[in-house]
C-alpha cells in the first residue's frame, strides 16, 4: 500500500531553510515475531500517554480524611487519531489500511491472544497490545466503497514477564534514591554500586538531564530512579 503525503507532513521548506525530513511511525508484531512493518500512513499530529495508580482508602477515626494507600499501578495507555486517505491512490479502498490495524485484535492460534505489537515514532517506542479501535469512515466513492477514515485507537502497555522479574530484582530497599557524587566518580561507578550493573547508568543520565555522562561535579545530588525507568518525555522504557 503506497501512502499518500498530506502538504502538513509533507514539509515544504521555507527559503533560507533546510528540508525537513520527517520520521514515519509504524507497528511490528514481537509476539509472535514477524518481519512485516505495518506503517501508518500519515504520522498522528498529537497523542496522550497515560498512567494511572490504585489507592485504597482507609478511614481512621479522629482523622479529616481517609488514609490513602497504595494497591497496584496500572497499565499506561497510548492514545491517537489515526487518518487514511486512498482518495488520491485511484480511490483504492480505505478499509485495506484499516484492516491492517484492526486485524491486531485478532487471536493467533499459536497464542490464543491477539499480538503484542511495537508502536515506533522517533524516539517514542511503545510495547503494547491495540485494546480499541472506532473506525469513522468520511469520504466515499459513488458506488459507496469509502476511501477516507479517521481510527481512534488505543494502545495499552504490555508488561513481558521477564521485564517484571528483572525490576523486582533491581527495586530493592538496598540502594539511595538519592546519591551525592564522590570525587572521580562516573555515571558507570555509581550505575554499578546501586544497581549493580554498570552498564545501567542511561537510567540516571536521563532522570538528571545529564547529556555528558563523564562530567559530573563532587557533591553534586543525583536521583538514582527505579528500575525499569520511562522516560517522561518519550515514554521509553530504559533498563
Not at 29 to 47: D, G, K, M, R, W
Not at 49 to 74: C, D, H, R
Not at 120 to 132: I, Q
Not at 165 to 194: F, P
Request: proline share 8%; glycine share 6%; net charge negative.
Amino acid at each position: 500500500m503506497a501512502g499518500v503525503r498530506r502538504s502538513s507532513q509533507a514539509g515544504a521548506p521555507v527559503a533560507g531553510q533546510r528540508a525537513t525530513q520527517f520520521e514515519k511511525a509504524f507497528l511490528v508484531p514481537l509476539y509472535p515475531e514477524s518481519a512485516t512493518h505495518i506503517p501508518v500512513q500519515f504520522n498522528p499530529e498529537e497523542y496522550t500517554l497515560t498512567k494511572e495508580v490504585n489507592y485504597a482508602e482507609a478511614t481512621i477515626p479522629g482523622l479529616n480524611s481517609p488514609v490513602l494507600q497504595f494497591v497496584n499501578g496500572q497499565t499506561q495507555t497510548l492514545d491517537m487519531e489515526l487518518f487514511l486517505d486512498t482518495y488520491e491512490e485511484q480511490g483504492t479502498d480505505v478499509r485495506e489500511w484499516t484492516t491492517a490495524i484492526t486485524d491486531l485484535m485478532t487471536t493467533i492460534p499459536s497464542t490464543h491472544a491477539p499480538p503484542v505489537v511495537l508502536f515506533v515514532w522517533g524516539s517514542l517506542r511503545f510495547v503494547c497490545v491495540v485494546a480499541r479501535v472506532t473506525q469513522k469512515f468520511i469520504l466515499f466513492r459513488p458506488d459507496g466503497v469509502p476511501v477516507r477514515a479517521r481510527l481512534q485507537v488505543q494502545f495499552r502497555e504490555f508488561a513481558d514477564p521477564d521485564l517484571q522479574s528483572k525490576a523486582n530484582k533491581h527495586e530493592t530497599a538496598d540502594y539511595s534514591k538519592l546519591h551525592t557524587v564522590c570525587d572521580g566518580e562516573t555515571l558507570s561507578t555509581i550505575a554499578a554500586r546501586l544497581y549493580e550493573d554498570p552498564q545501567l547508568w542511561r537510567p540516571i543520565a536521563l532522570a538528571n538531564g545529564i547529556d555528558n555522562p563523564r562530567e559530573l561535579a563532587t557533591g553534586q545530588r543525583l536521583v538514582v530512579p527505579q528500575l525499569p525507568y520511562r522516560d517522561p518525555l518519550t515514554g521509553e522504557v530504559v533498563l
